[in-house]
């Protein structure tokens, strides 16, 4: 799955329609501190379905709506729109017929979150589903977080573990044998 561009608007500090281009290759995002450049990260992580407000550096959801500055307003909403190649046509089924395929999270005030799909509406199960099959998504050990490593070297021998076990892809096994288990 290769994703070709992603589209912030009042998305924490990308209050005006921002448009990060991802071409083949590699891409880097260099700029000062404090300029969004996790930011940018953070909105992948939300649009693929990220629902822990730690995760996202925030104390609730909708922390994640641009709050306002000196010369700015607060917005009312938040939205990351991914667009994913999909001339191969490795998507699922249902999600399968064009050659990209956009997949939009909004965050309204008190309202909540809603996604799209290729344009119609969906469950967040149903997009977290989709990168999960494509072994990405939200929890996916391809995304490190700044300070992740550090916490790695230093973590506990247990919680090292559970990283490396999640990195590994065997954690979706124990939830659902703990699930066949209860049962
Ligand atoms: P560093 O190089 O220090 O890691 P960075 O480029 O990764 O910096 P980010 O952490 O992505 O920077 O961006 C932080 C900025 O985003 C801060 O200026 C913070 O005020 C702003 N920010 C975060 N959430 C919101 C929000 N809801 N509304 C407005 N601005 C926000
Ligand atoms: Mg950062």
Not at 40 to 61: D, F, I, K, S, Y
Not at 100 to 116: F, H, L, N
Not at 131 to 159: C, M, W, Y
């Amino acid at each position: 799955m290769r994703f070709s561009k992603l589209r912030l608007t009042g998305f924490k500090s990308f209050v005006d329609p921002t448009d990060l281009i991802i071409t083949d290759g590699l891409t880097g995002v260099v700029g000062p501190n404090g300029c969004g450049k996790s930011n940018l990260l953070e909105a992948l992580r939300w649009v693929m379905g990220e629902n822990r407000p730690t995760a996202m550096r925030g104390g609730g959801m909708e922390d994640v709506i641009f709050a306002g500055a000196s010369s700015r307003p607060a917005k009312n909403f938040a939205e990351v729109a991914l667009h994913i190649d999909n001339s191969e046509r490795l998507a699922p089924a249902g999600f399968n017929d064009g050659d990209s395929i956009e997949i939009v999270r909004r965050i309204t005030r008190d309202v909540g979150s809603a996604y799209k799909a290729a344009g119609k509406d969906v469950r967040a199960r149903d997009v977290q589903m989709l990168f999960a099959d494509a072994s990405t998504g939200a929890h996916s050990p391809a995304l490190v977080r700044q300070g992740q490593i550090s916490e790695l070297i230093n973590a506990k021998p247990k919680s090292r573990r559970r990283i490396l076990e999640e990195a590994a892809g065997i954690s979706g096994l124990y939830a659902r044998r703990h699930e066949a288990e209860l049962k």
